[in-house]
């Protein structure tokens, strides 16, 4: 079983930039990132792929960044220009299957998840 443990959680205001960090216990081929705020389904806002294939929604693209470092196994979010609408908690996400099972925005591709951050956007 692999645990995930996220950090980065923060405040910050309109325009603002945060990075987000997951370390993951072992080796697993795809990850993704997840938010939701209260009242809503949870959302992806970005995968990669074993293949480094990136996936981002419109609502994110050209904002965030997901990256990987390989040495650490872990995954991180970079988000840019932040809006009051990003405003959720944040889950990073893991599968044991190389593509998510081509479900890279959906909570079905994956099989771990972390145990949320809250990032708020003022």
């Known amino acids: 079983h692999v645990q995930l443990v996220e950090s980065g959680r923060g405040s910050v205001q309109a325009g603002g930039s945060l990075r987000l960090s997951c370390e993951a216990s072992a080796y697993v081929p795809c990850m993704g990132w997840f938010r939701q705020a209260p009242g809503t389904e949870r959302e992806g806002v970005a995968s990669?792929?074993?293949?480094?294939?990136?996936t981002y929604p419109d609502s994110v693209k050209g904002r965030f960044t997901i990256s990987k470092d390989n040495n650490k196994n872990t995954l991180y979010l970079q988000m840019d220009s932040l809006k009051p609408d990003d405003t959720a908690m944040y889950y990073c996400?893991?599968?044991?299957?190389?593509?998510?099972?081509?479900?890279?925005?959906?909570?079905?591709?994956?099989?771990?998840w972390g145990q949320g951050t809250q990032v708020t956007v003022s």
């Open positions: 996400a893991m599968a044991d299957h190389p593509t998510c099972r081509g479900y890279y925005l959906a909570p079905r591709g994956y099989n771990y």
């Open positions: 990669r792929a074993v293949t480094a294939k990136t």
